[in-house]
């Protein structure tokens, strides 16, 4: 099969030790061992009955054929309602949605369900009041505030559609979305807190919309209070927006939607330069966020859960807003970073808030272990019944450590396996059903079918091996298509293995029919759980004037899982030094954002190609691991190499 990133997967072997679930979790849990053998159209069915309220019930569970399915035709829904308003009707107006805990040490807010609802309500009658409609497009880029969720779920109760964008992403990126999807409004705000630091959000914005002709309207709250630039007529502020606007639910009730209209896109890297606009509609992404919320992290009346993600992604998309929700659920959302003002923020707030479940990227876990378990010895982390990781493999080590010093040895950690692209948990243990083993996200999710396949698309059988892994049945928080550019989707997904999603990893089963997840086999890399495209990176710095030449690929790398490698080749024959790499890590950090800049930079003369001209990337990504070159009798310069591999060796 193709190679994959992980590089590391000698490290399974190392843990053998399994767990169980802990008595008492196993006893009660919502998901019980039955819950496999359930028909999946049956599951979904009885899902959608009982955990989403429809205006109008749907007719059909699903129509359509590969790859162009819809879900629950013929029903009305709103978002909004089913996460909010519902919930108030029903007598839990007085439960906390959200402990919001701010990056400055004493800015805190405990939201009510109720709460929420005045807050959406006065939201979306201020949206309405600067022209946003049903239909309309909106992109938002801001930092964890409750405004984020309030926006959101407001445009949500409209029927806008909106985007929204990682705050770390740079005006370049936020254009691009912009555009690509004719947005009509922007929400933002001045600036987010960083530890302890202002990031300018307003001014990027500014940069941002100057090549975006659809703007008309910025709408900007007020956080860190800094000094932003006005533009009179086009910006207003969120709470001159507000005010005075009804926050009484009748003033503004929640849109009937089909169960297909757009609920949001979310940008993704892919294998080129251009961002691929990830659709997922109404009712099918609510039912998968939900219905897996509450089965992957046993969620009762009396969870207090906490998703540590970002809601500028997926994660905290599904998983923070929806998913919870949804499931009327108390959370935390905090504002910061984890060592602000010190390394024990996160134990800090477990401790007080007495949280049960945390979700985290495996990344994080790394770096708590690299500073030390004594600053979670500082608190009393028993609260914690579950432990969650996602956004790439979790090597058995970080996985026995969460275990051990977060979750007091008791704790079943659940590795959970999904995409951008699917909207829900797809491949994972259930934590009163699954014999855990270290590294291992174990098994499809009910109602998911799931396949190790080899180059010619058959199925390769239990213990017999790595190939690439597929889904082959519809879920109902797939993705739709990819925002303007269906042949895209359906190339990218579709094309390889007809009938089959193909998700872009690598992924074995074990003789036990366990899955174990390998990393991308395509020109996408994780890094620190975020996805990051070879070809954006290399397009960003050839963007810059000096370079002539570019190739990236990445390399393992102890805290961030991956880590990227840049082969750069300047103009002139010229080479570069420490002051030239760190320009072009800003440079790229311009471009598209910080989190894209190269970890290392090798300056080359040459790139090694073939005879064709064709970069030969698989050489540059083994001499950036170290590895025994593979076959190199079609390059056009053999010796190109020996320089390469001669200059990385002096890159730390
Ligand atoms: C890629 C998707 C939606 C989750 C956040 C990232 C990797 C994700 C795992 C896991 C191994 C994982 C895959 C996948 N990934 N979770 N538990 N074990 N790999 O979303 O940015 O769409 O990235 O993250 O490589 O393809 P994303």
Redesign the pocket.
Known sequence: MADT?DTNIANLLHEARTFAPPADLAANANAKADIYDRDPDEFWATEANSRLSWFTPYTTLREGEAPHWKWFTGGKINACYNCVDRHVENGLGDKVAYFWEGEPADDKRRITYADLQREVVRAANGFKSVGIERGSHVAVYMGMIPELPVTMLALARIGAAFTVVFGGFSPDSLAGRINDMQCTHVVTQDGSWRRGKVFDLKGNTDTAIESCPSVVTNIVVKRTGNDVVWHDGRDIWWHDMVDGKSEDAASCPCAPMDSEDLLFVMY?SGTTGKPKGVMHTTAGYLLGTSTTHYYVFDIKPETVYWCAADIG???GHSYIVFGPLVNATTSIMYEGTPDFPDKDRWWDIIERYQATVLYTAPTTVRTHMKWGPEYAQRHDLSSLKILG??????NPEAWIWYRDNIGGGKTPVV????????GMIL?TPLPGVSELKPGA?LRPFPGIVAEVVDEQGQVIPPGAGAGYLTITSPWPSMLRSLYGDDQRYQDVYWSKFPGRYL???GARVDADGDFW?M??IDD?M?VS???LSTIEIESALVDHQEVAEAAVTSKPDPITGRAVVAYVTLKGGVDGDAAKAKELRDHVAKVIGPIAKPAHIVFTPELPKTRSGKIMRRLLKDVAENKTLGDTTTLADPTVVEEIQRRAALVV
Do not use: Y
Not at 389 to 394: H, L, M, Q
């Open positions: 990133e993704s992604w997926i994660t990781s996602v956004g790439e493999p979790i590795d959970t396996w999904w995409q951008t692209e699917n491949i996200a998700s872009g990893d997840l990393g991308r996408v994780n759980g975020h996805r």
